[in-house]
């Protein structure tokens, strides 16, 4: 049976023609003599140049997706971790939030924002809202008439924005919060604010707090930040799908603002950094690999290279059979995520949980092979030039755009959901299938659904405590539903056919890839 997605598979692979290698090349010079050991102010300097130059365009999330999601491969590929948390604020979640939410005007100051070089940040996360990022938002934007403007507020401690990337060094801001008129709330919507004037200093109302050192990546500044009655006009406010005319709030087209609309960026994000990890422990394992076979060792029958022990073979066979299985499905994510930005569509449910199988499963298997490899060679891995020293990058890696256990509690529930409204008859024949992922997803489905028969299907209180009490048998089921994305991913046949469509493919995407650069 032809991959399902076929269509999106073929429009990606020649999109990839506009990732050369001259463009990686050049993209590269900009932080092949980058110091991971700068301050953030330094590294935000890095960053201007880089916006200024052009080499990628802040349409290119919409014009020219591949080369996109290359660009953090790139630099993935280097293990830069600050730098590319950095890159990925400003480029996805900052200007890619314009891009996706705002209106023509907005779009066309983008041009202008990257001819200046000015950064930018992305206040979504508050602090009491923890890994639930997005789904509770307490700061307000409560609108004045008179004024025709919005006063930007945070309502106490908890509602202060929280580990903001770039929030120290940022000349403006993505600020989300609560949009009220007349007491009626509207939700969570995108405000675009200048943070800094021209001479760098702070827009009276906004506080900016250091959130300290941290274990890796402090090239990086995160911060906490604090709205005190700060007034922004009415035209701030993103409005691609919803405005303020003569005082009154409209929707703008077929599309309301909601959690899914706001949530793009996460998901471009969240493969973003899905594929990241992957690269990052590509390169590890590269390098550990050149040691390992130069490294002698006593075998049983005299000195042979370290990479020769039977358990360290084994294990960069497991790692590679593992990494290129996830590299494949990520591609084929991608690619169907392409088309939707290239349309400015929204993404279908199925496509958005195989971004979070993405960034749940690539995330896990990045972090247990460099445990495992970590293990095996011995005093190496202490050594600062091994690359080791970066690991806590995929501890990151877990938690940003979407925590983990989050996203495989929602892939639980939304399995529940489509199993329980098809009735337990057709949960029951699901489990007599004969491919033995889907028979076992199924399985794991029946089970909870079982465990969880007296539970109020839409009782959100309820079915938090039924997935607390029964949490092993949640973890399981997103487990599952992983390998079941994953098993669906491009095969012999398919990938055989896209490569001979086109020959450039792997050259221009993978080849650099394997290159040891650390």
């Not at 945070?154 to 940022?170: F, H, P």
């Not at 360290?312 to 059979?321: C, G, I, M, R, V």
């Not at 084929?332 to 195989?354: C, K, M, Q, W, Y």
Request: glycine share 6%; hydrophobic share 45%; proline share 3%.
């Amino acid at each position: 049976m032809p991959f399902k997605y076929r269509s999106a598979l073929d429009s990606w692979a020649r999109g990839t023609e506009a990732v050369s290698k001259e463009w990686q090349d050049s993209f590269m010079s900009f932080t092949e003599n980058y110091d991971r050991g700068c301050g953030p102010v330094e590294s935000a300097q890095v960053l201007r140049f880089l916006a200024k130059s052009g080499l990628l365009k802040y349409t290119d999330m919409r014009d020219a997706p591949e080369r996109f999601f290359a660009a953090h491969r790139l630099l993935a590929s280097r293990i830069l971790g600050g730098f590319g948390i950095r890159f990925t604020v400003q480029f996805n979640l900052f200007a890619g939030s314009i891009l996706g939410l705002g209106g023509l005007q907005q779009l066309n100051f983008l041009q202008d924002l990257q001819q200046s070089g000015e950064l930018g940040c992305f206040a979504l996360t508050e602090v009491g809202a923890g890994v639930l990022s997005g789904f509770i938002v307490k700061t307000t934007a409560i609108y004045d008439n008179e004024r025709d403007g919005f006063y930007i507020n945070t309502q106490g401690a908890d509602a202060e924005k929280n580990w903001i990337s770039q929030g120290l060094v940022a000349d403006w801001v993505v600020v989300f919060a609560d949009l009220i008129m007349e007491g009626k709330s509207y939700g969570p919507h995108p405000f675009l604010l200048r943070m800094r004037n021209e001479n760098g200093q702070l827009i009276q109302g906004i506080h900016v707090t250091d959130m300290g050192p941290k274990t890796v990546a402090n090239d990086l500044d995160n911060a906490r930040i604090r709205f005190d009655d700060v007034f922004t006009p009415s035209f701030s406010l993103l409005n691609r799908f919803c405005d303020i005319v003569n005082g009154r709030y409209i929707q703008v087209g077929d599309e309301p603002m909601r959690i899914e609309v706001i949530g793009q960026r996460l998901l471009t994000g969240r493969l973003a950094i899905a594929e990241s990890a992957l690269v990052a422990v590509r390169q590890l394992f590269l390098k550990s690999r050149k040691y390992a076979e130069q490294k002698l060792v006593n075998g049983i029958s005299g000195k042979i290279p370290l990479a020769s022990l039977p358990h360290l073979e084994q294990l960069f066979y497991e790692a590679n059979e593992q990494l290129t299985a996830l590299e494949v499905f990520s591609a084929s994510v991608e690619a169907r995520l392409a088309e939707h930005l290239r349309n400015g569509t929204i993404p279908d449910a199925d496509l958005v949980e195989a971004i979070s199988v993405c960034k749940v499963r690539n995330v896990d298997v990045a972090t247990q092979m460099e445990h495992r490899l970590e293990q095996e060679v011995g005093s190496y891995a202490l050594m600062a030039s091994s690359g080791f020293i970066y690991k806590d990058m995929l501890l990151c890696c877990k938690f940003a755009e979407g925590d983990s256990r989050i996203l495989m509690q929602k892939m639980a529930r939304d399995e529940l959901k489509r199993a329980q409204k098809s009735g337990y008859v057709s949960m029951t024949v699901a489990v007599l299938q004969s491919d033995p992922v889907l028979r076992n997803k199924a399985i794991k489905t029946l089970n909870l659904a079982r465990a969880l028969a007296t539970v109020p299907l839409f009782c959100s209180t309820n079915m938090a405590e039924a997935f607390a009490k029964e949490w092993k048998m949640v973890y399981e089921l997103a487990e599952a539903i992983c390998d079941v994305h994953v098993h669906r991913r491009p095969k012999g046949e398919e990938i055989a056919r896209v490569l001979i469509h086109h020959p450039n493919l792997m050259p221009a995407l993978q080849e650099p890839l394997l290159v040891s650069r650390l």
